[in-house]
């Protein structure tokens, strides 16, 4: 019964919140909704028992994505009736590519039906029995059956990292505000300042 | 308390609801109190550290101040800007608010004591403890004003760099117990040091990882000596410039409960969480209960945050990012490396 509830609440709550996502006239109310719709996600995902994938998907979307998201939204002085005057000629582009998803979802689910995708590589990484808990259930098959896919994610996502830093990355030409911590750090007193004892009347001399 | 409710005759459903709901009321009523006498503890500490008296006026040594303070603060007239975006405005505050209750929800005060027992469980506290910086962005936003903006903006930044490097030390944590189940972290230590001392802390690969710990704990709550968030001499008072009344104690509230939670989590991941610090059974240690040990490692933290916060000057905000980035996140990963490595050498997993 609980769990029913549960269901319905968050099922509905998410696609509430999906839907005010994309007709809340403010940006950063859009994004506070899909972070809503997030959290409810992974509070599906916690019915069917994917614990682990539930506080990944909070720890990463929610937690680090939308933050970024939501400071570059705040940041920017979107115009939003400048953006609605468009609607009309991206129309006929926006419904092409829902069609095209759907058709995906329609195909992705056929074949999924007809059965199993086989992306196994080596021959003796069979996937070892159901351990029991969920994340140790990931790991012994991540780790094992699929480490080849998940080494070329980690290069992928390697790679994007390099690569988005070698492009923001602008070496400072000014020698201006470039800090030595450690020679801030190793600096005494005694180096960095004079004692004086000036005569009444005389100026200091440094 | 499930079954107890079950003897009075009632269905598991039922029983199960009441039990949670008296186990949420019994972390979290005891919790408020909690705050409000660290929020003394803490001016206390400060003051004798400066060579002050400290609040001494209301109840007895001053232990009534903060009770005092909620009460002024309850009676105040709740003001929202005219230009403030009104709904997020007040709903910052709850959403710090109540982040920093819900991450108590699986926290072990003693073997069996623990509201949600999940096998997930440290997971969930980072999963919390990444939400509650949204209590800030959103406070920061929604007041329409500068300062509180700038102070958003800083604390998103902070949050995120440090959660990177605790992710990594909780990760040297969960390789040496094996698990993400706070409880269960908590019985690996035991004898850990040599089979006489109990805690992560003594072993020579993890402490520099704790006392990373401790500092980006102290970095991820926004204290001294990282509070840039309200950093008075340049933002005012940050992110709760525009509050008053109870929305501003509710930010307070919620920074000091968070504040204990980490506390309690240098407890439980490094000092062996409620067991006894000594695994021999000389004294009567054993005799004491387990939660009157957590209470008083607990406390020794919160001892050293005070201790920081009124010796430490303020970083400046590039220093803060430097420390986080180019120090602690080399370092852990170094670390994560090294501590699986020497864990597999070791035979650590059988």
């Known amino acids: 019964m609980i769990q029913t509830f549960a269901f319905y609440l968050f099922a509905v709550l998410m696609i509430a919140s999906a839907v005010m996502v994309i007709t ?27 614990e682990f994938i539930a506080m990944l998907l909070v720890i990463v979307y ?52 007809a059965g199993a995708i086989d992306l196994g590589t080596a021959a003796a990484s069979d996937a070892p029995a159901m351990v029991e808990s969920n994340t ?20 992928i996502l390697l790679v994007a990292m390099i690569g988005a830093i070698v492009l923001t990355h602008r070496p400072s030409k000014s020698k201006r505000g470039q800090q030595d911590i450690g020679k801030q750090v190793r600096r005494n007193p005694d180096e960095a300042t004079v004692m004086k004892q000036p005569e009444v009347g005389k100026g200091v001399e440094l | 308390m499930t079954e107890f409710f079950q003897s009075l005759g009632m ?31 803490d001016r206390k500490v400060w003051a004798a550290i400066n060579l002050r ?41 709850i959403v710090t608010f109540t982040v920093a209750l819900a991450a108590w929800a699986v926290i072990p005060f003693d073997a069996g004591m623990v509201l949600a027992d999940i096998n997930v469980g440290l997971l969930y506290i980072l999963a919390i403890s990444s939400l509650s910086v949204y209590g800030v962005i959103m406070a920061g936003w929604a007041s329409n004003s500068k300062y509180p903006f700038f102070s958003a903006m800083r604390a998103s930044a902070q949050m995120i760099s440090y959660e990177v490097s605790i992710g990594f030390i909780l990760v040297c944590v969960v390789l040496y117990a094996g698990t993400f189940n706070l409880s269960e972290i908590v019985m690996a230590q035991e004898g850990h040091g040599f089979g006489i001392v109990n805690g992560y ?51 307070w509230l919620g920074e000091y409960a968070n504040i204990l939670l980490m506390c309690m989590l240098n407890a439980i991941l490094f000092f062996g969480g409620w067991l006894p610090p000594l695994n021999i ?70």
């Not at chain 2, 001494?56 to 009770?67: K, R």
């Not at chain 2, 005219?82 to 505050?93: E, V």
């Not at chain 2, 004294?283 to 005070?306: E, H, N, R, Y």
């Not at chain 2, 201790?307 to 170094?334: C, E, H």
Request: aromatic share 16%; net charge negative.
């Open chain 2, 11 to 41: 269905s598991y459903e039922w029983a199960w609801g009441l039990a949670t709901l008296a186990g949420i009321l019994l972390i979290a009523l005891p919790l408020m109190l909690a705050v409000a006498m660290i929020i003394y503890v």
């Open chain 2, 53 to 93: 008296r400290g609040p001494n006026v209301v109840g007895p040594f001053g232990l009534l101040q903060s009770f005092a303070d909620g009460l002024k603060v309850f009676l105040q007239e709740t003001i929202i800007p005219s230009a403030a975006n009104k709904g997020i405005f007040i709903l910052a505050p």
């Open chain 2, 281 to 350: 059974d000389l004294i009567p240690w054993f005799d004491i209960p387990g939660i009157v040990w957590l209470l008083l490692k607990t406390f020794f933290f919160f001892f050293m945050f005070s201790w920081v916060m009124a010796t430490v000057p303020r970083y400046r905000y590039d220093q803060l990012m430097r420390l986080g980035w180019k120090v602690f996140l080399p370092i852990s990963l170094l670390f994560v490396v090294l501590i699986s490595g020497y864990l597999m050498a070791t035979g650590h997993y059988g």
């Open chain 1, 136 to 155: 140790a259930a990931i790991g012994a098959l991540l780790y094992s059956k699929y480490i080849f896919l998940f080494e070329i994610a980690g290069i």
């Open chain 1, 62 to 113: 929610v937690g680090a994505v939308a933050v970024l998201f939501l400071f570059v939204v705040m940041m920017l002085d979107i115009d939003v009736a400048a953006m609605r005057a468009g609607f009309m000629k991206n129309f006929p582009l926006g419904i092409a590519i829902a069609l095209i998803l759907l058709a995906e979802l329609v195909l992705g689910i056929g074949a999924y039906q």
């Open chain 2, 201 to 251: 802390v003594f072993n020579l690969l993890l402490f520099p990882m704790w006392v990373m710990f401790f500092i980006s704990c102290l970095a991820e709550t926004q204290r001294v000596p990282f509070d840039l968030t309200e950093a008075e001499s340049e933002l005012v008072a940050g992110y709760q410039t525009e509050y008053s009344s109870m929305s501003f104690a509710l930010f």
């Open chain 1, 24 to 50: 809340a006239r403010n940006p950063v109310h859009s994004v506070l909704w899909l972070i809503l719709a997030f959290f409810n996600a992974a509070g599906l995902m916690v019915l069917v028992g994917a």
